[in-house]
């Protein structure tokens, strides 16, 4: 079964609490994850950032989205119990509590006009299904998609030699080559044919990796990886990069798996990712930070 939205979280949340009993948000998580038959993969499935469970988030935001209506309240760190309005709503048997439900009680309303969404824009049906953690990722990613394919094009542009060299600057970016020196001294410099260069595998040298770089508009097959193969073997080395602008057919990955030598294959679209992700060729121009209540903070103990 799929990972269910935020809002088809509701109902079933508040039938949990249903019983007046104070619940516990993990013991909560995995009643709901039982009634939703949830898989141990879907369970651990993250949002883009990686720093969360999509299912916990979107639990997490039913429940925000429930105490901020007044259907629910925190009794305390951890726990939530049902209100005497939730157990109204639920004795009206709806067929489903969303935000269309909520908006019927004043306080979720004011909770909805300081989102900062503008009345003016229309949400799709499927952002209305998804978190502000969700939404945000999205248009996180959208952005970077957009980078990634322009960064691509910019890359395409550029002349072989500028292109073996950015290369470098990203692998001494991700910690290989010692210094951006060494590293510049070793491209270029092997003159065996199909390989490129050869780059530190850390500061101290204990071993070498030897490079191919292709700026190509075409799939790089079998045999451009053959060769690089062969030419790692006269060399008696035992690992290589191999880096194209372009994409590699399934028989050129299947040989890479087939082989002793350690080959590692980047395609255009992962060595955009790489780029950005190592600020090669890209520049900040915003950061934010997504704050949430330390809930530690407002204790006793933290408060002297």
């Known amino acids: 079964m799929a990972i269910p939205d935020y809002q088809s ?7 949990i609490l249903g019983d007046k009993k104070e619940h516990h948000i993990r013991e909560t998580l995995e009643t709901l994850a039982k ?11 993250l949002l883009p950032s990686g720093v969360d469970f999509v299912f916990n988030n979107r639990v997490g935001w039913a429940r925000t989205y429930l105490k901020k209506a007044g259907l629910l309240e925190y009794s305390k760190r951890g726990y939530q119990r049902i209100t005497d309005r939730g157990l109204e709503a639920l004795k009206q048997n709806p067929p489903e509590v969303n935000v269309k439900f909520l908006k019927q009680f004043p306080e979720f309303i004011e909770f909805q006009t300081v989102k900062p969404k503008s009345e003016k824009q229309e949400e799709s049906e499927d952002e209305k299904n998804k978190t502000p ?60 044919e199909g390989i490129d260069g050869v780059i ?6 204990l071993d070498a990796i030897y490079i191919q770089a292709k700026r190509w508009e075409n799939t790089v097959g079998r045999p451009e990886i053959q060769k690089f193969a062969g030419a790692l073997q006269r060399q008696r080395a035992r690992k290589g990069i191999f880096i194209t602008t372009s994409d590699f057919s399934k028989d050129a990955q299947d040989f890479t798996s087939k082989i002793d030598t350690k080959i590692v294959l980047i395609d255009g679209k992962q060595l955009a990712k790489l780029m950005i992700d190592f600020n090669v060729g890209v520049a900040t121009i915003s950061n934010y930070q997504v704050k949430k209540i330390d809930s530690d903070f407002f ?6």
């Open 133 to 192: 953690e969700e939404l945000l990722e999205l248009s996180y990613q959208e952005l970077n998609d957009q980078l990634a394919g322009d960064l691509l094009k910019q890359i395409k542009s550029i002349p072989p030699n500028l292109f073996e060299r950015i290369v470098i600057k990203l692998l001494v970016a991700m910690g290989y080559g010692g210094t951006l020196k060494d590293a510049g001294e070793a491209i270029g410099k092997t003159g065996d």
């Open 200 to 205: 530190k595998e850390d500061r101290l040298g």
């Open 9 to 15: 979280v509701m109902l079933p949340f508040l039938r």
């Open 35 to 45: 009634e939703f038959n949830l898989s141990d993969q879907e369970r651990k499935e």
């Open 299 to 304: 204790s006793e103990e933290a408060l002297g």
